[in-house]
Each structure stands twice: as C-alpha cells, then as structure tokens.
C-alpha cells in the first residue's frame, strides 16, 4: 500500500489483509515499536520519526525483513508503507522473488493534501504521535512528493499500480480496493 500520510492505509491495510486472510505489516508501527527500545538504534530511529524524515533503507530492510519472511511462509502479507523508496521497491520485489511470492498490486490512496493535512491534525490529540503536528505534517507530506511519490510511476510501469480515491468514507474507499482488487485478479488491471 503506497499512500501519503493521513490517507488511511493503517485503517485499509488492516482490513484488506484480514479480507484477504494474510498478514498486515506496517511498517511506520514496526519502526516506532523499534525506536521505543532504550538503544542507540531506537533513538536513532526515533530521531527520524519524529523529524518525519524517512529512516535510512537499511535500517527499515533489517527490521521489515525478517517479519515479511516469516509472513510469506504463513501465506502471504500486505506491506503498508513499505516500500517507500526505489532502492527499498527494489528489495522488496527481490525478497518477493527470493521467497516465491508475487507482488500482486500496488494499492495507491490519494487525496488531496487539504484533506491529508486536516485528518492528521484532528487526529493529533489522540494519536500521540510526535510526528503530527502542523510543521511535521507539512513536511512527510513533502518527503512523500519528493520520494515516494516516485513509486506510482514504478508501479504503473510494471502494470500492478491500482489507484483509489481516498477522499470518501473509510467504508466507500474499503468497497473500491476490494471491487479493484477483484478485477484486477481475473483481468489484470482492467479499470
Ligand atoms: P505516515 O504514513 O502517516 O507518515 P507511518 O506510520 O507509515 O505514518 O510512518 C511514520 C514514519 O515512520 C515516517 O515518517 C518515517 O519516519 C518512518 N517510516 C515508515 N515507513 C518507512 C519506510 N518504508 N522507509 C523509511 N521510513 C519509514
């Protein structure tokens, strides 16, 4: 799942791989569970969380991993906001290979920042995230123009990119990825 931030792929994620009987690993939770450990590598990676820059590749690759080889023995995963880079797309479509699993579609949310920002600052008060704040904000979703954002053409090119409008109630965005997804496994992506 390639989304900007605030566009719901924690919610989505979440319910896509329990509609699809697989494993859902996020990779923005992986790391904060990582960065609240009392080691020079959690502050590190709290650092950057917290800075909402992104965490270099190798650091998200060790953590991510071991976690997607052992999804990929039980069935099978949905990856939430991993890949988030070429050089880390590039990793993931090698482990993929390197485990026998096909990368079957790049779900990409979108909706405007206007909306993007407005959903993370009426989260802020209960999320307790120190990355949501209006400054922060304003920069992942730069870091995602600039960076990820570079992921649709990727996607697109390998003809497994499946765009939805995350600007609708969660439930309309749940019945779009999954009319896609249906689709897109009898005809590729015809839609
Ligand atoms: P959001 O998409 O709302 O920013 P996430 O929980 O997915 O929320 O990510 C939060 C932060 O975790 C990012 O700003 C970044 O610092 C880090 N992060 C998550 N996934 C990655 C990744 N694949 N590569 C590098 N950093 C990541």
Redesign the pocket.
């Known amino acids: 799942m390639l989304?900007?931030?605030?566009?719901g792929?924690?919610t989505q994620g979440e319910r896509l791989a329990s509609w699809a009987g697989v494993r859902h690993i996020?990779?923005?939770?992986l790391?904060?569970a990582r960065a609240s450990e009392a080691s020079p590598l959690g502050r590190q990676?709290a650092d950057?969380?917290a800075?909402?820059?992104?965490?270099?590749?190798e650091v998200?690759l060790d953590v991510?991993t071991p976690v997607v080889v052992e999804a990929a023995a039980q069935g099978g995963y949905i990856l939430?906001?991993?890949?988030?880079?070429l050089p880390?797309a590039t990793a993931a479509a090698d482990l993929a290979a390197r485990l026998g699993v096909t990368l079957q579609a790049a779900i990409f949310l979108h909706a405007p920042d206007t909306v993007l920002t407005r959903r993370?600052l009426d989260r802020a008060s209960q999320s307790g995230r120190a990355?949501d704040n209006a400054e922060v904000i304003r920069h992942?979703l730069q870091?995602?123009a600039e960076t990820t954002g570079l992921l649709v053409p990727y996607y697109t090119e390998r003809g497994i990119l499946v765009a939805v409008d995350a600007d609708q109630p969660p439930d309309s965005v749940t019945a779009d990825i999954q009319a896609r997804l249906s689709a897109f496994r009898t005809c590729g992506p015809c839609s």
């Open positions: 989304a900007p931030p605030g566009a792929k924690g996020a990779a923005g939770d790391l904060r990676i950057y969380q800075r909402g820059d992104l965490v270099p590749d998200v991510l939430d906001g991993f890949p988030r880079t880390q993370l990355d992942r870091v995602f």
